[in-house]
């Protein structure tokens, strides 16, 4: 009794069919373990936030978008509003 390769055996696949399987498998495995070495780099992700936020809060030749200068010059004023506060309340 000799098999020729295309036999089915048990399970009712041919062994071409069960390396097919196996091959198709280690792809999927393969594209799994590349997504949560992505999800996994920090660095990498923290870097490409990083420019992702630089891009939105600047234009195009690097200068700052008007509601980010905007919020810059609130955040100025409560700071100074805060310090007049605290020195009259010293006083």
Known sequence: MSTNGSTPNASGATPEQIEADIARQ????AATVNELQAKLDVKTRAKAKAAE??????????????????GAAAAVMVVVGLLLLRRRRSH
């Open 26 to 29: 280690r792809e999927q495995l």
């Open 53 to 70: 936020l630089r891009s939105r809060a600047t234009t195009a030749d690097g200068k700052p978008t008007p509601p980010v200068l905007g």
